[in-house]
């Protein structure tokens, strides 16, 4: 499939932190068939039940934040995309997606950029995916500004995130590296959603409690304690329409 790679962007208004590079641990985990498997794939499991119309086909899809691009094929299989765009700040895209792209079963072009101020066109896109990206984003307001920006009218935003409780937690803290100050709880999630325009009614959110979400990850079920049924939300799967008619 054709490859388009974008490495020129030079941002009119960077942020204070327009990258955060992940640690060595992080960038292995995210290579490996757990991540692919219990993160990746059952995020967009989830997803896909909370969608109005499960069997809805994409056109257009823009992945933001596509790290090493394992969801290129993950949505090619689900959305029968013509296109899929992956964004990420890393300046290392091309190297670290290349090989997912080209293995991709459509077209991908990769593009080097600040998810808070794409160069990319107004009302372009079927679909805006975010998986396990916006908790890496110090600006979030305006990344989500953009997400509705570059959607078409009738587009979906395709969130999937893990909240303020889960980034915080010890094990995270200590594998991983984020920006810790502006992490959200799963509500302040919603209000930036609907905020930016989005129409997010409770039924397209979902709030899965997975071993790995956990703060400790899986073991009070893994020797036979219940799952605690109150807590404070790890996880947010959220699907959010752009009004209006393509």
């Not at 955060?20 to 490996?32: C, I, N, Q, S």
């Not at 709030?207 to 020797?223: A, K, N, Q, V």
């Amino acid at each position: 499939m054709p490859i388009q790679v974008k490495t020129d962007l030079q941002p009119n208004r960077p942020a204070r932190h327009p990258f955060v590079k992940e640690t060595r641990f992080g960038d292995w985990f995210l290579r490996t068939d757990t991540w692919n498997t219990h993160v990746l794939c059952r995020a967009l499991n989830d997803l896909q039940n909370i969608l109005p119309d499960k069997a809805k086909t994409f056109s257009k899809i823009l992945d933001v934040g596509c790290g090493f691009g394992h969801s290129f094929s993950a949505l090619a299989q689900r959305f029968s995309p013509d296109l899929i765009v992956g964004v990420d700040a890393d300046p290392d895209l091309d190297v670290r997606a290349l090989a997912a792209a080209n293995s991709a079963p459509c077209a991908v072009s990769l593009q080097l950029d600040n998810a808070a101020q794409m160069r990319l066109p107004d009302n372009e896109f079927d679909m805006v995916f975010c998986h396990q990206t916006f908790h890496h984003i110090v600006e979030q307001e305006a990344a989500m500004a953009e997400f509705f920006r570059v959607l078409k009218p009738g587009g979906y935003l395709l969130f999937a995130e893990s909240t303020r409780r889960y980034i915080h937690s010890l094990p995270i803290k200590l594998l991983f590296r984020h920006p810790m100050e502006i992490q959200k709880t799963a509500d302040e999630y919603y209000e930036i959603i609907r905020s930016a325009g989005f129409d997010l009614p409770d039924s397209r959110i979902s709030t899965p409690y997975l071993w790995w979400s956990r703060p400790d990850i899986g073991f009070l079920e893994w020797i036979g304690l219940p799952v605690p049924t109150t807590r404070e939300e790890t996880l947010v799967n959220a699907v959010a329409i752009k009004p209006g008619s393509a």
